[in-house]
């Protein structure tokens, strides 16, 4: 079964292991950084976790991976698009504002704003004066 | 008939009707489709898993043919399976299949490749799991299929049948010609 | 045996079901009071053979039936009989007889109880409805997910005995929130039975309320412990991660949130028909759904049963003729459902309709998402992943407009009502939000303007219905004559803001420390010095235990806290699981992990530490939600209650 690659990797899903003491960066703003960068980055692994959470081999080597890029002066935005090109879209929490996502960002506010016209209009059929 | 009554209908099907396409399809969700297709393959050196010496991209990209890198560990269960079906072809197509060993140690990798066959041209050894991150590599096995000019064609996630191979890496390695 | 008897129940049930969707609603079309009346008996007998058919699994996993293939699967005899028994329920085919059992079970009451009773028609089609529901989750099981399958010959041990699935809130966390899913169901056949009948007024919607409120309060309860669970079990500390299933579950509960007060202003003043049809339809069918996304393999999630394409299918399908069937008839019907009581663009209706617009939206925004994914990669324009950032981005500036008139609405009065008369009512809340606000924004704390932001609105929702409340209250009389339902808004949307303030504070407020430490080691945490005293080793029933002991003292004098943190050992099952450790500090928990061992040093060990200030209040908020749903229960209906005429008085004060 194809779930028997994942398993593997499953079977060390032990819970409450994920950032290990030696991985944390000396500075606490650097260190804040991977913290949150590490928060947006979903683990393909666990795929419902994020690196910050998940305890998987490949979470660590990413959030290893973060704190590296950091250090050599990367950006936030710049160790995010480092792991976007070799993952994928999949494995940005949050995701891209492009032409296929646009629905997806724009739906919150349209959604309200069509629940507003279909009030207004349920509003102005409503017999007027006394029922 | 006031049509805006069938609003909330017409919205439902559609969700139903997408919901319809990966149920029939099959599709597994856990697996991904990989952002290293279209693009050149990562540029690395590794020690080599047996014996000394380096394996470099640039002796992948060294005859301008097309070739596959398969990532595999010793301690991965479904890997052994793998062995005779990449030997098989890469005897019959004569297409080098070159190793990646993850996070594994030398003297495991050797014990295994000894038990279960070595059907690479060459193996590099990843210990630190770093190059695979380049390939966007999530678990083991995963195969890549590089063409001569170096993009990555195609990768295949989990283990190799002969199957795959007849019917998805053949007819690619006829298109790449 | 007893299997047998069971499967050939349930197979009965399917052929009653049937029979209980064609005759009652052929009556009641056809004017038959006889067969209306068959109804009610029908309902009573299917709930009695679904809990024949629910009793046999039960009953063979009690005892180990490994001959039952779905028992050898998932159940092992080293199990604690409690967690056997709840193993019942714990995997994919027994979770779909419980469901089928609930639907049975809610019939069962609504064709028994009834404080008003329900015009004979009404009632007929209801049961007719449900029984075709149900029919067709009957006929899944048996030809899908049938748990009474035998093995021949029978195995002498079972495979499953993971220890996370061992625990008492995760045994009875299904139930519960199922209990809520089918309870949905309900509102969804009045709804079915009203569009029939062409009939929507406030009686039907005075019927409908309390079976609404029994769902959403089941769901509401259902909903955390499943972040309760979560928040022990997992080890950091979170309680909502906006996992695909969750979010399934949090559809229908805003959903229902809506229709109860939808329901409640046709009850009260017979306005919003459409609306509070639209929804019943609607939690339903998010309902549904979410049982969908659980089973059917679309979609990766912690939660999700091992998938089967061909079982995807027939729920896919289910629900398509469910619900499509239902949105149809709505198109149909719809326009035939008279307009309902008017009211002025300025009144306690409107707050309804608004408070309806804004949850349907944070619906939607769930909604999209958690499916857009799926949407995407079905038309292969790639593939992407929704997580909490895109939720807290997209769901945060819309609560601050809701959680304003969440304050405003309730003290609106119904049909007409003026802002002016009610401008003089918030002056107090709303400089008690500032200040709120203001002392917020002093603490030194990170995410300044989201903190002060949610703050804010919990405030503002509290202050408002709180100032309310006492105003209302002062008299006797006045406590006399104000309906049950009005203590459970308070309690409720008092409870909103409760959960709120727990859930900013413990997420953005938490402290965390992660480090090695061995015996002898002190560091300070939460305000006090936390000292790891040493490790002990234990015994329990099928693990062996490696206890760290971690003091936390305060003030000299005072009793130091401990921490005790552990490591167990499965040789069964050839695993390691870790436990927390959770201390209660005023509002906050204290929380202690045990992590990975220093290879030189055994008794130097990772220890994470976590402070959630207020964290519990999350767990109080959520409480008080749910009793405010049962005191609005026991409200009787009427179609014009005391409170319209207390508002009007109030409005001429």
Not at chain 3, 22 to 33: C, D, E, K
């Amino acid at each position: 079964m194809k779930k028997v690659l994942l398993v593997i990797l499953l079977l060390l899903s032990i819970p409450a292991l994920a950032v290990q003491p030696d991985e944390i960066l000396k500075d606490p703003v650097m260190e804040t950084r991977a913290r949150d960068i590490s928060k947006q980055l979903r683990c393909l692994v666990c795929q419902g976790e994020d690196i910050d959470e998940s305890n998987a081999g490949l979470a660590g080597d990413i959030r290893k991976l973060v704190r590296e890029r950091l250090v050599a002066g990367d950006s936030d935005t710049a160790v995010l698009a480092f792991v976007q090109e070799r993952y994928g879209d999949y494995v940005l929490m949050n995701p891209p504002v492009k032409p296929a996502t646009w629905l997806l960002w724009g739906a919150p506010l349209l959604v309200l704003l069509a629940g507003f016209g279909v009030a207004l209009r349920y509003l102005r059929r409503l017999p007027k004066g006394d029922e | 008939m006031n049509t805006r009554a069938f609003i909330p209908f017409g919205i439902f099907i559609c969700m139903i009707g997408l919901f319809a396409v990966p149920l029939l399809q099959g599709k597994d969700p856990a697996i991904l489709p990989s952002a290293m297709i279209g693009k050149q393959v990562p540029e690395f050196t590794l020690p080599m898993a047996t014996g000394d010496g380096k394996l470099a991209t640039a002796d992948m990209l060294h005859e301008g043919k097309p070739f596959l890198v398969n990532f595999f560990a010793s301690w991965c269960v479904t890997c052994k399976g793998e062995q005779q079906v990449l030997a098989k072809f890469t005897q019959k197509t004569g297409i080098a299949v070159y190793g990646i060993d993850y996070k594994d140690t030398k003297k495991d990798v050797a014990a295994w490749l000894e038990r279960h066959g070595n059907p690479f041209r060459a193996t590099g050894f990843d210990e630190a799991g770093r190059i695979a991150i380049d390939f966007g590599v999530y678990g083991v096995p995963e195969t890549f299929l590089v063409g001569g000019d170096g993009i990555i064609r195609y990768k295949h996630v989990g283990a190799l049948k002969q199957s795959d191979m007849d019917s998805v890496f053949g007819p690619l390695l006829e298109k790449t010609k | 045996m007893i299997i047998e008897l069971a499967h050939f129940a349930l197979a009965l049930a399917f052929v009653l079901s049937l029979v209980m969707a064609v005759v009652p609603m052929w009556g009641a079309a056809a004017g038959r009071i006889s067969w209306m009346a068959l109804g009610r008996p029908m309902a009573v007998s299917l709930c009695g053979l679904m809990t024949i058919a629910l009793f046999g699994l039960i009953h063979a996993y009690a005892l180990s039936d490994f001959s039952v293939l779905n028992v050898q699967q998932n159940s092992h005899t080293l199990k604690p009989w409690i967690y056997k028994i709840s193993g019942a329920w714990g995997n994919h085919e027994g979770s779909m007889l419980l469901w089928g059992w609930m639907l049975s079970c809610w019939g069962f009451f609504l064709a028994t109880r009834g404080r008003v009773k329900l015009p004979p028609a009404l009632h007929a089609r209801v049961l007719s409805v449900l029984g075709l529901v149900t029919s067709g989750f009957i006929l899944y099981i048996l030809v899908a997910s049938n748990p009474f399958l035998r093995i021949d010959p029978s195995p002498r041990e079972g495979m499953d005995l993971n220890p996370v699935l061992q625990d008492p809130l995760l045994a009875i966390h299904p139930p519960v929130l199922y209990a809520g899913y089918v309870g949905f169901s309900v509102a969804f056949c009045f709804a079915i039975a009203a569009l029939i009948e062409k009939k929507v007024d406030a009686e039907w919607a005075a019927q409908l309320r309390p079976w609404v409120l029994a769902a959403w309060v089941f769901m509401t309860l259902g909903i955390m412990l499943g972040a309760t669970w979560a928040y022990y079990e997992l080890g950091w500390g979170g309680f909502w991660f906006w996992d695909p299933v969750e979010n399934a579950s949090l559809m229908p509960w805003l959903a229902g949130t809506a229709l109860l007060h939808s329901a409640a202003a046709l009850e009260k003043r017979g306005s919003l028909k459409i609306w509070t049809v639209f929804l019943c339809i609607l939690a339903f069918t998010l309902s549904l759904l979410g049982t969908f996304l659980v089973r059917s393999g679309v979609l990766t999630s912690v939660h999700s049963f091992a998938s089967d394409p061909t079982r995807g299918i027939f729920i896919l399908a289910l629900l398509g003729l469910t619900t499509g069937g239902a949105f149809l008839l709505y198109g149909l019907r719809a326009p035939h459902i008279t307009i309902g009581t008017s009211f002025k663009p300025v009144s306690r209706e409107t707050g309804i309709l608004l408070n309806n617009v804004f949850l349907f939206t944070f619906c939607a925004t769930v909604f999209m998402g958690t499916l857009y994914p799926i949407f995407l990669s079905a038309l292969d324009m790639g593939s992407i992943s929704v997580g909490a950032p895109y939720f807290t981005a997209t769901l945060t500036p819309l609560l601050v407009p809701f959680a304003i008139l969440m304050g405003i609405g309730p003290l609106l009065a119904w049909r007409e009502a003026s802002f002016v008369s009610i401008r003089a009512k918030l002056y107090l809340p709303l400089a008690l939000t500032v200040a709120l606000a203001a002392a917020i924004a002093l603490m030194p704390w990170p995410d300044r303007v989201f903190t002060v932001t949610m703050f804010a609105c919990a405030g503002w929702i509290l202050f408002t219905t709180l100032s309310d409340f006492i105003r209302k209250t002062q008299r006797f009389t006045q406590i006399r004559s104000m309906p049950p339902a009005y203590y459970g808004m308070v309690m409720a949307h008092a409870g909103i803001a409760v959960l709120l303030m727990g859930a900013t504070a413990a997420t953005v407020w938490k402290e965390e420390k992660i480090l090695w430490m061995t015996q002898g080691d002190t560091v300070a945490f939460a305000g006090k010095t936390l000292n790891f005293i040493g490790i002990r080793p234990d015994v329990g029933k099928n693990f062996t235990i490696e206890r760290a002991i971690l003091s936390l003292q305060g003030e000299k004098d005072a009793a130091p806290d401990f921490l005790l943190p552990e490591k167990r050992w499965y040789p069964a099952q050839q695993r390691e699981l870790s436990e927390t450790a959770l201390k209660t500090d005023g509002f906050a928990i204290n929380y202690a992990v045990m992590g990975d061992q220093d290879k030189m040093n055994p008794l130097r060990r990772v220890i994470r530490l976590y402070h959630h200030p207020l964290v519990l209040w999350v767990l109080l908020g959520a409480l008080m939600i749910a009793t405010g749903g049962l005191m609005a229960m026991a409200s009787p209906s009427k179609s014009t209650s005391p409170s319209t005429s207390s508002a009007a008085r109030k409005v001429q004060a």
